[in-house]
């Protein structure tokens, strides 16, 4: 490594301050560019015809009429994918999501395209391509895939993580262990055992904006990608890997994103939109319908978890096991393995074991959503938490308090922790003015904590300081919320110049290195360390460029403030040089001024949240309403404090959404029932109330600014905390979410009868 | 393609389109006059993100039909600011963190104004049933509503001084 990355504990003048995003006014007057919002000369409309079935054999796809009909310029059915995979599984499962390989896995799978010269008549062409279907047995509910009898979705699918290796095909893809201690021993030491089992639905993203693309691929197999995505250099290697083209020659471009949260870091239509592009020789745009985006783009597992903790009557957890079991769609996922690993994350355990078990089921493809599975676990975990702290008769904040992991604690999942945020966000909790208003009748108060890894992963910067000395900072990482202005700040503090005088681009794949996908809340935390070494590299030059002009070594200058000085008192008659005075003499100094950076950005620092939320339960309707809502989590650094606040109070109000109302619904014949917003329902204006917020900093030690992801833990707390609202507002244990109003009116009659 | 001829007002400018008799208005604005600003999330009036003004009544683009616009003044985000200035709503999202993604933005900035327009002085409630019709997946709508407040009291300071 060349660089100290270390925590260094700077003064900052600009870090921390809530300047205005640079992309503000193009996105208030219109004029930002999302996905659909790219045109090319005679572009194609691209439109996808999917399966109305759940499970299905394609026994035959006809598709001579579409093809005559005027104005259709290519047609595709799975046949028209070669197999390029070389053996790799995961990439086959990638493409056979894309299109149907003859089987439909769920309700919503493409089994064909059309690219035609306007929208009308790709439907209509979609119309005329006649598909024979054979129906299979299905199964869309995770407990049920597991049972002997359940039809097997995958018969290459054998349980992996489990010896010996079994032999006969299962719906269990892969069984995850984590833990230490012995739980057995651990039981048997304790007081009281509260043990309870849990289900969550399936809940979507939902980002506003559905995925689009805008794709030219000619004969000569070079082309260019416009795309909604998170990860503009993932899904340049992936495309170029499905459809046998060279990774330089395939551009790809990320457009303005409007929502991600997880849902567009994967690929879904875009090598269909390449190859339709391929056929036709001409660019295609291909827009999902928000029809499109419920059923056949990557929600998040349902679950069902059972959780058992043991306690002595003194509040000490002396062992938690947990069995958790997490649908990944049609395809095998890490979904359960995250849940396994996340659940007792935040406590510290003698004794501790989790198995999580990866389940196929015939809906789609399950997608990274916002802490992808610790939300589900965090339910089931934080809801016993609970139980056991009223049943020994201790306060649920000072139970969590007295078994907190700690800087030294083993975590359940393997690694020991350095400094960490879990106890004095606990700490914030207990003192918070929100935990002293008084409940009226029907109201209920949960609390719940909430984990995230976070991730770093491998980040290219270049910091380009123009003639005028104003800089360009090109970054790989897509902005999801607000990262440009963060970035921004973060050179103008290594540089020691105004804010104003940065600007951030988005770099397409051609300008930079390969940057990992945005996601596990990376974008502000590595392309901040990138552009902190990039900015380094830059001071270097700036520092020589001064030494020249000055003709004194270059160990005489330092770089103070936004401009060099030259120290020794044999340089006493030399004026400092300004960023802008040697940017303005750099065509006569050497050329162009410039830092780069490439790094793999270890050490994200872990996340931890404390959520607490007051609820009013109307007995009558069962219907909830959130009275008051409070965050409180750890970021290490805020960089910019309005965004990171935005994270947690977005994180919480999807948590919201997912514990009171949001879910997919299956009929009996296996079909989603509610893809669409109005059914759909994620929250709305008047739903909510202003969510409160408190922004711990506890440094992350391995980044230079100490700061941590703080995107994702905001949606981990959020179940568990309203469940416990609601659970003390009515007096019943709730165990389903989403806690609709029939689901909390059956709870009460249950509980009372 | 049957289409229909229609003259409009956009945002004040003078337009004529021809579009086929059953295509959206939201599609006439964003394919046929550029107006990208307006944008689809759904295309059956649940999000809100193409919320413009007909004749200055708020409505989803989606849900109104391009032949339906014929002699009619059509308001988009694109109006919204006059000259070199930006909107006091524009203004106070940017200062007040209102967006993250933004694409939702454009309708909420319509409809806001429209609100305001009907009660220059909406309480925190009105203001969240007022924008209920638009889905934000980013914000939890805090810093929306803390900016749309801000804004109406800049506003009604304007008025004030004007006086």
Redesign the interface.
């Known amino acids: 490594m060349p660089y100290e990355t270390d925590y260094t504990n700077q003064g900052f003048t600009k870090v921390g301050t809530?300047v205005?995003?640079p992309?503000?006014?193009d996105?208030?007057?219109?004029?930002?560019?999302?996905g659909?919002?790219a045109n090319a000369a005679g572009q194609l409309v691209g439109r996808v015809l999917r399966s109305p079935h759940a499970h299905a054999l394609i026994t035959k796809i006809d598709t001579s009429k579409a093809e005559k009909l005027p104005g259709v310029k290519a047609v595709l059915t799975g046949k028209d994918f070669p197999d390029l995979t070389g053996g790799n599984r995961g990439l086959m499962d990638i493409l056979e999501n894309c299109m149907a390989r003859g089987r439909a896995l769920y309700d919503g799978h493409a089994v064909a395209a059309v690219a035609a010269i306007d929208?009308?008549t790709a439907n209509k062409a979609l119309k005329l391509i006649k598909v024979t279907y054979k129906q299979l047995p299905h199964v869309t509910d995770v407990d049920e895939a597991i049972k002997p009898s359940a039809p097997i979705i995958h018969d290459w699918v054998r349980t992996a993580g489990v010896t010996p290796a079994p032999t006969t095909a299962s719906n269990v893809a892969q069984r995850s262990e984590f833990g230490h201690g012995d739980v057995d021993a651990g039981f048997a030491q304790a007081d009281v055992i509260i043990e309870k089992s849990f289900k969550t639905e399936q809940t979507h993203?939902?980002?506003?904006?559905?995925h689009a693309c805008l794709a030219t691929l000619g004969p000569d197999g070079s082309g260019e990608l416009w795309v909604t995505t998170q990860g503009h250099f993932t899904f340049r290697n992936v495309c170029a890997s499905l459809l046998g083209l060279e990774v330089a020659k395939l551009k790809v471009t990320s457009s303005?994103?409007?929502?991600?949260?997880g849902g567009k870091t994967h690929v879904w239509t875009e090598p269909v939109a390449l190859q339709l592009s391929r056929k036709a020789n001409r660019p295609v745009k291909l827009?999902m319908?928000?029809d499109e985006v419920f059923r056949a783009t990557g929600p998040t597992s349902s679950t069902s978890v059972d959780v058992k903790i043991g306690a002595k009557r003194n509040g000490k957890i002396t062992a938690a096991t947990a069995e958790l079991r997490y649908q990944s769609g049609a395809f095998p996922g890490m979904w359960a393995m995250f849940g396994a690993m996340t659940s007792f994350a935040c406590y510290d355990l003698k004794n501790v074991k989790s198995v999580g078990f990866d389940v196929l089921v015939n809906r789609p493809k399950v997608a990274a959503y916002r802490a992808p599975s610790a939300p589900m676990a965090a339910f089931a975990v934080e809801s016993v938490v609970d139980m056991l702290a009223a049943e020994i008769g201790m306060d649920a904040v000072d139970f969590r308090i007295k078994n907190a992991a700690k800087k030294g604690t083993k975590a359940s999942y393997g690694p020991v922790y350095g400094p960490i945020g879990i106890g004095p966000t606990l700490d914030a909790v207990k003192n918070h003015p929100h935990m002293k208003r008084k409940l009226g009748k029907n109201q209920g108060r949960g609390v719940a904590c909430g984990f995230w890894f976070n991730f770093g992963g491998q980040t290219c910067t270049d910091l380009n300081i123009g003639v005028d000395g104003s800089v360009n900072l090109t970054v790989g990482t897509v902005d999801?919320?607000?990262s440009r202005a963060s970035l921004a700040l973060i050179a103008a503090e290594e540089l020691g110049i105004d804010y104003e005088q940065v600007r951030v681009t988005i770099g397409d794949t051609n300008s930079l290195g390969h940057n990992d996908t945005t996601e596990g809340s990376r974008g502000t935390f590595s392309s901040g360390m990138a552009t902190i070494f990039a900015a380094r590299n830059a001071v270097e030059v700036l520092k020589q460029r001064a030494a020249a002009t000055w003709d004194i070594p270059v160990e005489q200058v330092v770089w103070e403030a936004g401009e060099a000085r030259a120290k020794g008192k044999q340089n006493n008659n030399l004026p400092p040089l300004s960023l802008k005075e040697i940017a303005a003499k750099s065509p006569r100094t050497g050329g162009p001024i410039a830092g780069h950076n490439e790094v793999v950005a270890d050490g994200a620092g872990v996340s931890f949240a404390s959520h607490m939320c007051d609820v009013e339960v109307d007995p009558e309707t069962g219907a909830t309403k959130i009275l008051r809502y409070t965050v409180v989590q750890d970021a290490g650094k805020a960089i910019h404090p309005?965004?990171v606040?935005?994270q947690f109070?977005?994180g919480?109000?999807?948590g919201i959404g997912w514990a009171l109302n949001e879910e997919y619904i299956y009929g009996d014949d296996g079909r989603l029932q509610n893809a669409?917003?109005?059914d759909y329902r994620?929250?709305?204006?008047?739903?909510?109330p202003?969510?409160d917020t408190q922004i711990l900093e506890i440094p992350n030690p391995n980044h230079p600014y100490g700061v941590r992801g703080v995107g994702e833990t905001s949606i981990v707390p959020p179940l568990a905390a309203i469940g416990n609202a609601v659970s003390n507002a009515v007096g019943v244990r709730m165990t389903h979410v989403p806690m609709s109003p029939p689901r909390i009116l059956k709870a009460i009659e249950d509980g009372q009868a | 393609m049957n289409g229909v001829t229609v003259s409009a007002k956009v945002n004040g400018d003078a337009v004529q389109y021809v579009c086929p008799a059953d295509e959206s208005l939201l599609d006439v604005l964003r394919n046929r006059l550029n107006l990208t600003g307006v944008k689809e999330g759904c295309g059956t009036g649940d999000c809100g993100a193409c919320s413009i003004t007909l004749d200055g009544r708020l409505v989803c683009a989606c849900l109104v039909l391009g032949a339906e616009a014929e002699g009619r003044e059509i308001g988009t985000v694109e109006g919204l600011s006059e000259g070199g200035k930006l909107h006091p709503l524009q203004e106070e999202f940017i200062e007040k963190a209102a967006l993250q993604c933004g694409i939702c933005t454009p309708g909420f900035l319509v409809a806001a104004k429209s609100l305001l327009e009907r009660n220059p002085n909406p309480t925190e409630e009105e203001i969240r049933y007022a924008l209920a019709g638009n889905l934000c997946r980013c914000t939890g709508y805090d810093k929306i509503v803390r900016a749309v407040q801000s804004a109406a009291k800049i506003m009604r300071r304007g008025k004030k001084a004007a006086r």
Request: net charge negative; charged share 25%; aromatic share 10%.
């Open positions: 809530r205005n995003r992309d503000g006014v996105k208030v007057t219109g004029r930002a560019k999302y659909a919002d929208a009308d993203q939902g980002y506003i904006e559905p303005e994103i409007g929502g991600g949260f827009v319908s928000r999801v919320g607000g309005d965004y606040e935005g109070q977005g919480a109000a999807q669409g917003f109005l994620i929250p709305v204006c008047s739903d909510l202003f969510i």
